[in-house]
């Protein structure tokens, strides 16, 4: 430690800074981007237009409030708006709720290959995140529950799970629920909510309604194509809202944004569209992946987590190095502890085939079923 110098706060050091998908392929290969989980569809025509209305309205502050989005949300989903906030992305969310409920000596509990951000935001409050180990890439309940301590504050779930799809049925996230502490705040992070289509799913609205310490976090960028827009948002009980609001900057959802999310979530239409996109291939590439002998984890996102065994030198960094030469860029998933995966986000029709004919003649024709 230099003490010439001014010094952050504890745990900051600690910190691994959050390395985004790659996008960049060599020059002259055309890019087929399926690293972030982005909608190939893009976002709806309508959320284009009101974009580009409020380019004539640049010289003014935005709603600090971003009321008239809260209130699209809210007439969508059957909330009470003033039950909802919105953000710079759910990730600035969430790390407003760990700002506002964890603080040196605190504990945030999140599953094993949870949501990186889970981490980044713990540490920066100055607390100390715990992990509890998942069972076949799917968050563990009663994992969670003995970790709990008197220092946990905070307990993160991610459903679905970003990188691995999986989901928790609502009975176990309710059995979670049950058992924790009511001071202990539990946070639904709902990103990929829109995609799931299994009868023992839910958001977290239900749960939300009917507790004072469950909160549920969406965004815009997955289903509703906007991920450059950076537009989150959260249902939870009046006093969290409050909590959030004190500690949030007061303009931080820019006019374009409320604009944009705003005519989103109310075209319905288009919404269906990339759902039903996301249904059909999803399976089929799962499937088509299963049939090249590689190993995927079920996914009811819209994404994929594909292993690669390590016979024959097949490893996934190979696999992404060959994949990017021809063009398709997948998520190393390393810094979650799966250094032998790849995520592939759902893409194009053009994207997904290529995919899968370049992955054929990585894996050798001789390696199919």
Request: with cysteine; glycine share 8%; proline share 5%.
């Amino acid at each position: 430690m230099n003490a010439n110098i001014p010094q952050a706060n504890a745990g900051i050091e600690k910190i691994t800074i959050y390395v985004p998908g790659k996008s960049a392929v060599p020059a002259g290969v055309h890019l087929h981007k399926l690293s972030s989980n982005e909608s190939p569809l893009g976002p709806s025509p309508r959320a284009i237009d009101a974009y580009s209305q409020a380019a004539a309205k640049l010289e003014y502050y935005p709603d600090g409030s971003a009321s008239e989005l809260r209130e699209a949300i809210g007439r969508v989903h059957s909330l009470n708006p003033d039950n909802i906030i919105c953000g710079n992305g759910s990730d600035e969310i969430l790390s407003l709720l760990a700002n506002g409920y964890l603080s040196s000596g605190d504990e945030a509990i999140y599953s094993e290959y949870g949501f990186l951000v889970y981490r980044i935001a713990t540490l920066a409050a100055g607390a100390a995140p715990v992990i509890a180990p998942e069972t076949d890439y799917r968050a563990n309940v009663d994992a969670i529950l003995k970790r709990v301590s008197d220092k946990t504050k905070l307990v993160f779930l991610a459903n679905p799970n970003n990188p691995t799809g999986t989901y928790l049925p609502i009975q176990e996230v309710r059995r979670l629920h049950a058992s924790l502490p009511p001071h202990i705040l539990l946070v639904l992070d709902a990103a990929y909510a829109e995609y799931v289509h299994c009868d023992d799913y839910e958001a977290g609205i239900e749960l939300v309604s009917s507790n004072q310490n469950v909160v549920m976090t969406r965004t815009f960028s997955k289903i509703f194509g906007l991920a450059s827009l950076r537009i989150g948002w959260a249902y939870g009980p009046s006093h969290v809202m409050d909590t959030l609001n004190r500690i949030r900057g007061p303009f931080n959802v820019n006019a374009a944004s409320i604009a944009a999310g705003s005519a989103a979530i109310r075209d319905r239409e288009h919404v269906a569209a990339s759902i039903a996109h996301n249904d059909l291939w999803l399976g089929n590439i799962s499937e088509a992946l299963q049939a090249l002998g590689l190993k995927v984890t079920p996914s009811v996102g819209n994404f994929v987590l594909i292993h690669f065994g390590l016979d024959k030198g097949k490893t996934a960094e190979d696999a992404n190095q060959y994949l990017s030469e021809r063009g398709y860029v997948l998520r190393g998933v390393g810094g979650y502890g799966l250094p032998n995966a790849l995520r592939m986000s759902i893409g194009t029709q053009e994207a997904n085939l290529g995919v899968i004919a370049a992955l054929k003649e990585f894996l050798g024709a001789d390696n199919a079923r």
